[in-house]
C-alpha cells in the first residue's frame, strides 16, 4: 500500500487558495475458502414433511471452493478551498478512482455469463454437460464463442467524482440574518462505491472444480423427496431431459454465481443545502436539506428464473398442468451480480442547541424523510423475508420499487447533558468543606431520548413456490419469497399496539401460478420506538490531575415496550402478529443483548479512573 495527501497554500501566489491532493495505491490479496453447503443445506414447506423426512429443496457440494484473489485499485485526487471573500468561500475539486476487478490467479472460477453460459475465468472455455451421463462424469469443455479475463469481467473505468460546496455568511438583511450570525452551507457531490470481494469471489463456487447439486420438489424432482437423494451427486445433471411438460420441466440441478462482463461501478449523487441561525449566544437552530440519488446498484438477477405457461391458475407454478419454461434447461439457478437498481432520498433536518456556562448542553434533531429503492441490501446481505438480493420477478423490475427497509419517515432525538446545581459554588449546599465537596460536587445527568416511526416489512406467502419463479424459500437470496394479493379495497387496516391483531390477516390469499401478488415490496409499516437513555454520575476528586467516577446508566428507563414488526409470512400461523420486542429480535439476529436496542430497562453501575 502506497498513499500520500499534500497540502499547499496560496499556490502560485494565488492567497486566496489553498490546495490540497494526493493519492492511494494498493495491492488487495484474498484466499478465500467457502464451506457452504458441504454438510449439506436442506429446507422443508413444513415441520410435518420434516418429520416425515420429506424435503422441498436441498443442496451439497463437494469438491474444493480454495481461491485465490488479487486486484491492484487506485485513486488520486485534487482539491481548492478558494475564500472569495471574508463571508464567502467555495470548495471544489475533482477524484478518479479505478476500481481493479479481482483476478484469479490460477483460473480456479467459472462465470455465468448471460446468453452464453458458464465460462472458465482467463479462457474461452464454456462447460457442458452431458445428459447422458451421471455426476462429475457428465461434464466436459469446449469452446466458447468468448474470451473472459482473469476477473471475468471488464474493469469499470470511467469514475470521475467532481465535488463543489460553499459557506455564506449574509451581511445583508440583518433583522432576518443578525450581524455575522447565519451561514448557508450547500453542496453537491458525485460518490462511487467499491465492490467487495465476496461478489467476484462467488465464482469460484461452481463447476468444474467443485460440484454443488440442487434439488427442488416439482421441479428437479417429481414431488417431495427423501433425505438420501439430497446427498447423492451421482444422479443425472439435467432433470427431464426429454420430458419437457407440464410438472416435469426440463432444467440442471447444478447452480451457478456470476458477474456481469459490463458490471459498473455504484455511484451517487449527494447533495445538501442548509442554513444555521445564532440566535443568541447560547442558542442556535438550523434548517438542513438532505438528499441522494443511487444509481447502478448491485443486485443479483436469477438470469435462469423460468417463464410459467399458465393453465389452471387455481393452482401453484410448478405443478401440472402449468409448465415451467427454463431460458437455460441444462442449468439450475444462476445468480448474476449486475449494477442494475437505483436508490432516492430527500430528507428534512430540523435542529436546534443550547449551551451555558453554567453546564447545560441541550441539542435536538428532527428528521422527516423519505428513502425509495429497489432492493436496500447489498447483493443479498443481511436479507429479510422479502428484501433480499434478487427480485421476485427477474424479467419486471419495477415491482421492487418501494420504500428501503430502513425508511423511516419520522425520527427525533434530544441529547443532554446537565451539571446539577448544587455543592460548592452553587446556592444549593453551597459549603466550601470536605464533606460537602464529597457528597454534592459534580452531578451530572445526561441522556439520549429517541422517538421515531416503524420499518417497513413485506408480506410474503411463505411455504411452497406458489407462481412458479422458483421462489421456493422465502428470505434466502435469490428467493425473494412470492407475495401474496391484496384482496380487499383501501388501506389495510393496522394496529401496532395490539400485539394479537397488529393488521388485518383476512386481506390477504395467495397469488398462484404464473405471477406476483398485488402486495408490495415494503408497503406497510410496523411500531415505532420510544426509547429514554439517562445516566446519572458522580465524580470524586483525588487530585489535580486524576478522578473518580461514578456512573448509573439506565438504559430505556420508563421500561416503554417497542415491538418488533409483527409476522409477514402468510403461511405462519401467527401471521399478522407481533410475537417479539424489538431487542428481542435484534439480539436473536445478531446475539446480542436486547437490552440497549429497544429492549427492557437494562441498569448498569461503572466506575472509572479519569487521569
Same mark, same amino acid.
Given at each position: 500500500?502506497?498513499?500520500?495527501?499534500?497540502?499547499?497554500?496560496?499556490?502560485?501566489?494565488?492567497?486566496?487558495?489553498?490546495?490540497?491532493?494526493?493519492?492511494?495505491?494498493?495491492?488487495?490479496?484474498?484466499?478465500?475458502?467457502?464451506?457452504?453447503?458441504?454438510?449439506?443445506?436442506?429446507?422443508?414447506?413444513?415441520?410435518?414433511?420434516?418429520?416425515?423426512?420429506?424435503?422441498?429443496?436441498?443442496?451439497?457440494?463437494?469438491?474444493?471452493?480454495?481461491?485465490?484473489?488479487?486486484?491492484?485499485?487506485?485513486?488520486?485526487?485534487?482539491?481548492?478551498?478558494?475564500? *472569495?471573500?471574508?463571508?464567502?468561500?467555495?470548495?471544489?475539486?475533482?477524484?478518479?478512482?479505478?476500481?481493479?476487478?479481482?483476478?484469479? %490467479?490460477?483460473?480456479?472460477? =467459472?462465470?455465468?455469463?448471460?446468453?452464453?453460459?458458464?465460462?472458465?475465468?482467463?479462457?474461452?472455455?464454456?462447460?457442458?454437460?452431458?445428459?447422458?451421463?451421471?455426476?462429475?462424469?457428465?461434464?466436459?469443455?469446449?469452446?466458447?464463442?468468448?474470451?473472459?479475463?482473469?476477473?471475468?469481467?471488464?474493469?469499470? !473505468?470511467? @469514475?470521475?467524482?467532481?465535488?463543489?460546496?460553499?459557506?455564506?455568511?449574509?451581511?445583508?438583511?440583518?433583522?432576518?440574518?443578525?450581524?455575522?450570525?447565519?451561514?448557508?452551507?450547500?453542496?453537491?457531490?458525485?460518490?462511487?462505491?467499491?465492490?467487495?470481494?465476496?461478489?467476484?469471489?462467488?465464482?469460484?463456487?461452481?463447476?468444474?472444480?467443485?460440484?454443488?447439486?440442487?434439488?427442488?420438489?416439482?421441479?428437479?424432482?417429481?414431488?417431495?423427496?427423501?433425505?438420501?437423494?439430497?446427498?447423492?451427486?451421482? *444422479?443425472?445433471?439435467?432433470?427431464?431431459?426429454? !420430458?419437457?411438460?407440464?410438472?416435469?420441466?426440463?432444467?440442471?440441478?447444478?447452480?451457478?454465481?456470476?458477474?456481469?462482463?459490463?458490471?459498473?461501478?455504484?455511484?451517487?449523487?449527494?447533495?445538501?443545502?442548509?442554513?444555521?441561525?445564532?440566535?443568541?449566544?447560547?442558542?442556535?437552530?438550523?434548517?438542513?436539506?438532505?438528499?441522494?440519488?443511487?444509481?447502478?446498484?448491485?443486485?443479483?438477477?436469477? *438470469?435462469?428464473?423460468? =417463464?410459467?405457461?399458465?393453465?389452471?391458475?387455481?393452482?401453484?407454478?410448478?405443478?401440472?398442468?402449468?409448465?415451467? *419454461?427454463?431460458?437455460?434447461?441444462?442449468?439450475?439457478?444462476?445468480?448474476?451480480?449486475?449494477?442494475?437498481?437505483?436508490?432516492?432520498?430527500?430528507?428534512?433536518? %430540523?435542529?436546534?442547541?443550547?449551551?451555558?456556562?453554567?453546564?447545560?448542553?441541550?441539542? &435536538?434533531?428532527?428528521?422527516?424523510?423519505?428513502?425509495?429503492?429497489?432492493?436496500?441490501?447489498?447483493?443479498?446481505?443481511?436479507?429479510?423475508?422479502?428484501?433480499?438480493?434478487?427480485?421476485?420477478?427477474?424479467?419486471?423490475?419495477?415491482?421492487?420499487?418501494?420504500?428501503?427497509?430502513?425508511?423511516?419517515?419520522?425520527?427525533?432525538?434530544?441529547?443532554?447533558?446537565?451539571?446539577?446545581?448544587?455543592?460548592?459554588?452553587?446556592?444549593?449546599?453551597?459549603?466550601?468543606?470536605?464533606?460537602?465537596?464529597?457528597?454534592?460536587?459534580?452531578?451530572?445527568?445526561?441522556?439520549?431520548?429517541?422517538?421515531?416511526?416503524?420499518?417497513?416489512?413485506?408480506?410474503? =406467502?411463505?411455504?411452497?413456490?406458489?407462481?412458479?419463479?422458483?421462489?421456493?424459500?422465502?428470505?434466502?437470496?435469490?428467493? &425473494?419469497?412470492?407475495?401474496?394479493?391484496?384482496?380487499?379495497?383501501? %388501506?389495510?387496516?393496522?394496529?401496532?399496539?395490539?400485539?394479537?391483531?397488529?393488521?388485518?390477516?383476512?386481506?390477504?390469499?395467495?397469488?398462484?401460478?404464473?405471477?406476483?401478488?398485488?402486495?408490495?415490496?415494503?408497503?406497510?409499516?410496523?411500531?415505532?420506538?420510544?426509547?429514554?437513555?439517562?445516566?446519572?454520575?458522580?465524580?470524586?476528586?483525588?487530585?489535580?490531575?486524576?478522578?473518580?467516577?461514578?456512573?448509573?446508566?439506565?438504559?430505556?428507563?420508563?421500561?416503554? =415496550? @417497542?415491538?418488533?414488526?409483527?409476522?409477514?409470512?402468510?403461511? @405462519?400461523?401467527?401471521?399478522?402478529?407481533?410475537?417479539?420486542?424489538?431487542?428481542?429480535?435484534?439480539?436473536?439476529?445478531?446475539?446480542?443483548?436486547?437490552?440497549?436496542?429497544?429492549?427492557?430497562? %437494562?441498569?448498569?453501575?461503572?466506575?472509572?479512573?479519569?487521569?
Amino acid at each position: 500500500e502506497l498513499f500520500e495527501n499534500m497540502s499547499l497554500s496560496a499556490p502560485f501566489d494565488l492567497s486566496r487558495h489553498s490546495w490540497r491532493w494526493g493519492f492511494h495505491l494498493r495491492r488487495e490479496d484474498l484466499r478465500r475458502y467457502l464451506n457452504r453447503s458441504s454438510r449439506g443445506a436442506f429446507n422443508f414447506a413444513s415441520f410435518a414433511d420434516f418429520a416425515r423426512g420429506q424435503v422441498n429443496t436441498s443442496s451439497f457440494r463437494t469438491g474444493s471452493t480454495l481461491a485465490y484473489w488479487q486486484r491492484h485499485p487506485w485513486d488520486l485526487f485534487w482539491q481548492d478551498e478558494f475564500k *472569495v471573500r471574508d463571508n464567502l468561500t467555495f470548495n471544489f475539486g475533482i477524484r478518479y478512482e479505478y476500481p481493479s476487478s479481482a483476478k484469479e %490467479l490460477r483460473g480456479h472460477a =467459472t462465470n455465468f455469463v448471460p446468453g452464453v453460459g458458464p465460462v472458465v475465468v482467463g479462457s474461452n472455455q464454456l462447460l457442458s454437460i452431458d445428459p447422458a451421463q451421471k455426476g462429475a462424469s457428465a461434464l466436459s469443455l469446449r469452446t466458447a464463442p468468448l474470451t473472459l479475463p482473469a476477473s471475468g469481467v471488464n474493469s469499470d !473505468k470511467n @469514475n470521475v467524482a467532481p465535488v463543489f460546496g460553499f459557506a455564506y455568511t449574509p451581511r445583508v438583511g440583518k433583522r432576518i440574518f443578525g450581524a455575522g450570525d447565519t451561514v448557508i452551507r450547500g453542496g453537491v457531490r458525485i460518490a462511487y462505491d467499491d465492490l467487495f470481494n465476496n461478489v467476484p469471489s462467488g465464482m469460484a463456487l461452481g463447476p468444474p472444480y467443485n460440484l454443488q447439486v440442487t434439488q427442488t420438489a416439482n421441479v428437479t424432482q417429481p414431488g417431495r423427496f427423501a433425505w438420501a437423494l439430497g446427498f447423492d451427486q451421482n *444422479v443425472p445433471l439435467i432433470s427431464n431431459v426429454g !420430458k419437457q411438460g407440464p410438472g416435469t420441466p426440463t432444467v440442471g440441478v447444478l447452480s451457478f454465481q456470476g458477474v456481469d462482463p459490463d458490471l459498473r461501478s455504484t455511484y451517487l449523487y449527494q447533495y445538501n443545502l442548509s442554513i444555521q441561525r445564532r440566535l443568541s449566544e447560547s442558542f442556535s437552530i438550523e434548517a438542513n436539506y438532505q438528499g441522494s440519488s443511487g444509481h447502478q446498484l448491485g443486485m443479483f438477477i436469477d *438470469v435462469n428464473q423460468p =417463464t410459467v405457461i399458465v393453465r389452471d391458475p387455481a393452482r401453484r407454478g410448478p405443478v401440472a398442468p402449468n409448465e415451467q *419454461v427454463f431460458p437455460y434447461p441444462s442449468f439450475g439457478n444462476a445468480q448474476v451480480a449486475k449494477s442494475i437498481g437505483n436508490s432516492n432520498y430527500n430528507g428534512l433536518v %430540523l435542529s436546534g442547541k443550547y449551551q451555558n456556562r453554567r453546564g447545560i448542553f441541550l441539542e &435536538g434533531h428532527y428528521t422527516f424523510g423519505k428513502s425509495l429503492d429497489y432492493n436496500s441490501s447489498y447483493f443479498g446481505s443481511n436479507n429479510l423475508p422479502g428484501e433480499t438480493g434478487a427480485p421476485v420477478d427477474a424479467r419486471n423490475l419495477r415491482l421492487e420499487h418501494g420504500p428501503s427497509a430502513f425508511d423511516i419517515r419520522h425520527r427525533f432525538n434530544l441529547v443532554y447533558v446537565i451539571e446539577l446545581p448544587v455543592g460548592p459554588g452553587h446556592k444549593l449546599f453551597g459549603w466550601k468543606n470536605g464533606i460537602s465537596n464529597a457528597v454534592f460536587a459534580k452531578w451530572q445527568i445526561s441522556g439520549v431520548t429517541t422517538v421515531q416511526s416503524g420499518y417497513p416489512f413485506t408480506v410474503v =406467502t411463505g411455504g411452497q413456490d406458489t407462481s412458479g419463479f422458483n421462489q421456493a424459500t422465502a428470505g434466502i437470496s435469490p428467493s &425473494g419469497g412470492n407475495r401474496p394479493d391484496l384482496i380487499k379495497p383501501g %388501506l389495510l387496516p393496522q394496529n401496532n399496539r395490539n400485539p394479537d391483531a397488529a393488521f388485518d390477516a383476512t386481506w390477504f390469499a395467495a397469488a398462484l401460478a404464473g405471477r406476483v401478488g398485488t402486495s408490495g415490496r415494503n408497503q406497510y409499516y410496523g411500531p415505532g420506538i420510544h426509547n429514554h437513555d439517562v445516566a446519572i454520575a458522580k465524580g470524586f476528586p483525588l487530585g489535580e490531575r486524576i478522578g473518580l467516577q461514578f456512573r448509573a446508566d439506565f438504559f430505556n428507563l420508563f421500561n416503554h =415496550t @417497542n415491538f418488533a414488526n409483527p409476522i409477514s409470512d402468510l403461511s @405462519n400461523a401467527n401471521f399478522g402478529k407481533i410475537t417479539q420486542t424489538l431487542g428481542a429480535a435484534v439480539s436473536n439476529a445478531v446475539g446480542t443483548s436486547g437490552g440497549p436496542i429497544g429492549g427492557p430497562r %437494562l441498569i448498569q453501575f461503572s466506575l472509572r479512573l479519569q487521569f
